[in-house]
């Protein structure tokens, strides 16, 4: 049970845990995410469970009783620019770091989901595949996947010729297609086109 991991970690000096997660990191388009949950250790959602594994809809629910129930959250975000600066993995961290910073509450321990961690002055434990292990970060995954998807839903307003309503920014082969015809925006992630289009001379990157 995702709950009964999250709370083998409190003793004496550990009350509080909070986990953390992200969204976006492969996208070719758009920021990335990162989210911070923390709750009680009586407290139970039912359905929290991986983002992945999930239903827009059942999502989109379970976003909402989250966000009422967790006793605090933090969302952070780094988009193109940033991602373009200093590379999806650190601007993934710099993310997860100021979701942290956005807690009302200062958790014990973080569990952080992947392998990688952020400085901090509070205790973290990296967990691989956390999301589907640990009840706060699987919470985490939620909160950050949703936010990012709205963050790209609104995109699609500006920017509708990517379909980004439908694949989110990620590298479909509709997506592709798309960008190959009306070449890139300045929401799109050059670098990462660069990995995909390397040998198409009709993009224009810059």
């Known amino acids: 049970m995702l709950k009964n991991f ?30 911070a949950a923390v709750f009680d ?53 710099k993310a997860m770091e100021q979701a942290v910073k956005q807690l009302c509450l200062k958790p014990d321990i973080i569990l952080i989901d992947g392998n990688k961690s952020f400085a901090c002055d509070i205790i973290t434990k990296t967990i691989v595949k956390g999301d589907s292990k640990s009840f706060s970060i699987a919470a985490a995954s939620i909160l950050a996947k949703v936010t990012r998807d709205r963050i790209m839903d609104e995109a699609h307003k500006k920017y509708p010729q990517y379909q980004w309503n439908k694949n989110k920014g990620y590298a479909t082969k509709d997506h592709i ?13 050059k670098k990462f086109l660069r990995n995909i289009f390397q040998n198409e001379e009709q993009i224009k990157l810059f």
């Open 177 to 189: 297609n798309l960008i190959k015809l009306h070449g890139p925006c300045p929401l799109h992630r």
């Open 41 to 93: 250790k009586s407290k139970k959602i039912v359905g929290i469970n991986d983002s992945k594994k999930l239903s827009e809809k059942e999502r989109n629910i379970l976003y909402d009783a989250i966000i009422s129930e967790a006793s605090s959250y933090g969302i952070g975000i780094m988009n193109e620019d940033i991602i373009e600066e200093i590379n999806i993995l650190q601007a993934t961290l």
């Open 6 to 35: 999250d709370n083998s970690f409190l003793s004496e000096k550990i009350k509080t845990v909070a986990g953390v997660d992200e969204a976006g990191r492969g996208p070719l388009a758009g920021p990335v995410v990162a989210a």
